[in-house]
């Protein structure tokens, strides 16, 4: 298993060289598509060992994801591990990840957070839980975390995909569309870390449009193959 870790960001220089010092223990290579920036999250990242991607204006997350993956994919890597870069996501959780794709064969690993009312903004609680179980009945697979950004993904499926999302909307553009492809889904559940990091998602807004998304996705709209892929 060679891993990628991909982290799209956004005005993240507090907090990039962290999530990188401590994603580089687990991985083989960290690369950090810096969409647009307007602090120095990518000077600050190339500094910390990634190798950085720039967008010169913001494009979106599903943008910044779409250009890591192109360059992933080119090269010989087995797996592509996506998270944020505002220290949501703890680097000490990647190995669960990895165990749980290696063991149990997995081409899908999403890491899953517990929905804790007591410790998540009431709006943000409501569109994880009720935003998650609609999309796992359309995927056709119990994940309790469909909105998650953290997530591990075989490339060999990838490959096969063409992903046209420009927002938050691609993570659920992916599992339908791998889960379309026959992959192997599931999860795991990783550390809740929403203290000391502001979410830039807009809970009904955005879980509202990716639902409606999610409809396109899964009924009118199917997978294609690229026509070249650099495998």
Same mark, same amino acid.
């Given at each position: 298993?060679?891993?990628?870790?991909?982290?799209?960001?956004?005005?993240?220089?507090?907090?990039?060289?962290?999530?990188?010092?401590?994603?580089?223990?687990?991985?083989?290579?960290?690369?950090?598509?810096?969409?647009?920036?307007?602090?120095?999250?990518?000077?600050?990242?190339?500094?910390?060992?990634?190798?950085?991607?720039?967008?010169?204006?913001?494009?979106?997350?599903?943008?910044?994801?779409?250009?890591?993956?192109?360059?992933?994919?080119?090269?010989?890597? +087995?797996?592509? /591990?996506?998270?944020?870069?505002? &220290?949501?996501? $703890?680097?000490? @959780? =990647?190995?669960?990840?990895? !165990?749980?794709?290696?063991?149990?064969?997995?081409?899908?690993?999403?890491?899953?957070?517990?929905?804790?009312?007591?410790?998540?903004?009431?709006?943000?609680?409501?569109?994880?839980?009720?935003?998650?179980?609609?999309?796992?009945?359309?995927?056709?697979?119990?994940?309790?975390?469909?909105?998650?950004?953290?997530?591990?993904?075989?490339?060999?499926?990838?490959?096969?995909?063409?992903?046209?999302?420009?927002?938050?909307?691609?993570? +659920?553009?992916? /599992?339908?569309?791998?889960?379309? &492809?026959?992959? $192997?889904?599931? @999860? =795991?559940?990783?550390?809740? !870390?929403?203290?000391?990091?502001?979410?830039?998602?807009?809970?009904?807004?955005?879980?509202?449009?990716?639902?409606?998304?999610?409809?396109?996705?899964?009924?009118?709209?199917?997978?294609?193959?690229?026509?070249?892929?650099?495998?």
């Amino acid at each position: 298993m060679t891993v990628a870790a991909l982290i799209p960001a956004l005005d993240e220089a507090g907090s990039i060289a962290a999530v990188i010092a401590g994603v580089r223990r687990h991985v083989d290579e960290v690369i950090v598509v810096d969409d647009g920036s307007r602090d120095e999250t990518g000077a600050r990242a190339q500094a910390a060992g990634a190798t950085v991607l720039r967008h010169e204006h913001n494009r979106g997350k599903g943008c910044a994801v779409r250009t890591g993956l192109e360059y992933v994919l080119a090269r010989p890597f +087995t797996h592509v /591990l996506l998270m944020d870069g505002d &220290l949501q996501h $703890r680097p000490d @959780d =990647v190995p669960k990840l990895t !165990a749980a794709a290696r063991e149990r064969k997995l081409d899908l690993v999403v890491g899953a957070r517990r929905f804790d009312r007591a410790r998540m903004p009431r709006a943000r609680y409501y569109s994880n839980v009720i935003g998650s179980r609609a999309l796992s009945a359309f995927i056709g697979a119990p994940v309790r975390d469909t909105q998650s950004g953290f997530r591990l993904v075989a490339c060999a499926p990838l490959r096969n995909l063409v992903l046209t999302s420009t927002g938050y909307e691609i993570e +659920t553009e992916m /599992l339908i569309r791998l889960a379309q &492809l026959g992959a $192997r889904i599931g @999860d =795991v559940e990783v550390t809740l !870390a929403y203290e000391g990091a502001r979410s830039k998602l807009r809970p009904v807004r955005d879980t509202t449009r990716t639902c409606f998304l999610a409809v396109y996705y899964r009924y009118l709209s199917r997978p294609s193959k690229p026509t070249a892929r650099v495998n």
